[in-house]
């Protein structure tokens, strides 16, 4: 079992820079794919990125079309952190940021195929 907290949220302009974290603690990363999803006010939680290691290398990362080129995830495999780096935020970024993490391998883009969750991180972006 992992357990994940999220941290580096805040409030931001539009066209500024976050970078949030995801400490994770329990199990060593590189077994999980690792998922960042955000939920808005009065909207579902939707997919932003995902990524897979195999034998230290990243074996896939995935993006939503809403945030590629902008968004970027990696990690830190001594600190056991997976970050997320966001880049040129719009307000339609404004959401709870959350970091999820799943055993098995694969391209998963649903809530539901992860199995552990950090608790959020809430991401302000001002017009």
Request: hydrophobic content about 30%.
């Amino acid at each position: 079992q992992v357990q994940l907290v999220e941290s580096g949220g805040g409030l931001v302009q539009a066209g500024g820079s976050l970078r949030l974290s995801c400490a994770a603690s329990g199990r060593t990363l590189s077994s999980y794919t690792m998922g960042w999803f955000r939920q808005a006010p009065g909207k579902e939680r939707e997919f932003v990125t995902a990524i897979r290691w195999s034998g230290g290398r990243t074996l896939y990362a995935d993006y939503a079309d809403s945030v590629k080129g902008r968004f970027t995830i990696s990690r830190d495999n001594a600190k056991n952190t997976v970050y997320l780096q966001m880049n040129n935020l719009k307000p339609e970024d404004t959401a709870v940021y959350y970091c999820a993490a799943v055993a098995t391998s694969g391209r998963f883009y649903s809530p539901g195929s992860y199995d552990y969750w950090g608790q959020g991180t809430q991401v302000t972006v001002s017009s």
